[in-house]
C-alpha cells in the first residue's frame, strides 16, 4: 500500500514570495490533515478535511495561509506571503473517517530566507 | 500554560536500560492518548495508542495512563540504539484532532 506522498520535500523561498504544498493522502482516506512542525516542537494542526470539506482550520492563519482540496482526495497547502516564522516541516497525515491512526507522509521543509 | 507537556530532554540511557518518558496534559476532557515515535529527519509513527486507566504492553514498550493526575508515561524495556529517536505525547478529546506535546529526545548508548 502506498504512503502518503507530498512534494516537494525542500523548498527554499525568499520572504514576501508565495509557495505551495501538495499531498496525496493513502487511497481510502477521507481525512486529511496539514500540520506546521516547527523546529525543536510538536506538530501542530493547521487544518483538517473530511473529504473536500474542512472540518477545522481555526488554527490556521488564514491572512496568508490557504488550504483546499479538490475531489476530497488530493491537497493543496499555500502561503502567500511567507514570513520568516514560517520555516518548518510541514506534515500532511491522512486517516480513515473516524479513526486516530494517522500517517504522515515524509514532510516539506520550508526555509524562508 | 501549554496543552501537552512532556519532561525536558534529552534522555541518555545505557543499551538495554528502561527508558522512562513523561507526559501531562491540561485539558481534562481529553479521552485518547497516543504515543509517537519520530526519526531524525523523518516523519511520526504512531507506536502506542491508551484510553483507559491502567498500563498497556506492546513488546518492548508500555504505556502508562492516569486519567485523574492527567498524565500518561511511556516504558521502553531493553533500550536498543534503534530506539534513539524524539518520542512526542498526543492527546484527544475524541474528536480525532491530536495535539502534540514538544517531545523528549532519547539517546541509547551502546
Not at chain 1, 42 to 47: A, D, M, R, S, V
Not at chain 1, 61 to 72: N, Q, T, V, Y
Not at chain 1, 81 to 99: F, G, I, Q, W
Request: aromatic fraction near 10%.
Amino acid at each position: 500500500e502506498a504512503g502518503v506522498a507530498q512534494s516537494p520535500r525542500y523548498k527554499i523561498i525568499e520572504k514576501r514570495q508565495s509557495v505551495a504544498f501538495w499531498c496525496n493522502p493513502i487511497s481510502g482516506h477521507a481525512t486529511l490533515y496539514w500540520y506546521q512542525q516547527i523546529l525543536g516542537q510538536g506538530p501542530k494542526l493547521l487544518i483538517q478535511f473530511q473529504n473536500n470539506g474542512v472540518v477545522d482550520d481555526s488554527q490556521l492563519p488564514k491572512d496568508r495561509f490557504s488550504a483546499e482540496r479538490l475531489k476530497g482526495v488530493d491537497s493543496t497547502l499555500k502561503i502567500q506571503p511567507a514570513k520568516l516564522e514560517d520555516s518548518a516541516v510541514y506534515l500532511c497525515a491522512s486517516s480513515l473517517r473516524n479513526t486516530y491512526e494517522q500517517y504522515f507522509g515524509p514532510g516539506t521543509r520550508l526555509t524562508v530566507t | 500554560q501549554k496543552e501537552v507537556e512532556q519532561n525536558s530532554g534529552p534522555l541518555s540511557v545505557p543499551e538495554g536500560a528502561i527508558a522512562s518518558l513523561n507526559c501531562t496534559y491540561s485539558d481534562r476532557v481529553s479521552q485518547s492518548f497516543f504515543w509517537y515515535r519520530q526519526y531524525s529527519g523523518k516523519s511520526p509513527e504512531l507506536i502506542m495508542s491508551i484510553y483507559s486507566n491502567g498500563d498497556k504492553e506492546d513488546g518492548r514498550f508500555t504505556a502508562q495512563l492516569n486519567k485523574a493526575s492527567q498524565y500518561v508515561s511511556l516504558l521502553i524495556r531493553d533500550s536498543q540504539p534503534s530506539d534513539s529517536a524524539t518520542y512526542l505525547c498526543a492527546v484527544s478529546p475524541n474528536d480525532y484532532k491530536l495535539s502534540f506535546g514538544a517531545g523528549t529526545t532519547v539517546t541509547v548508548r551502546a
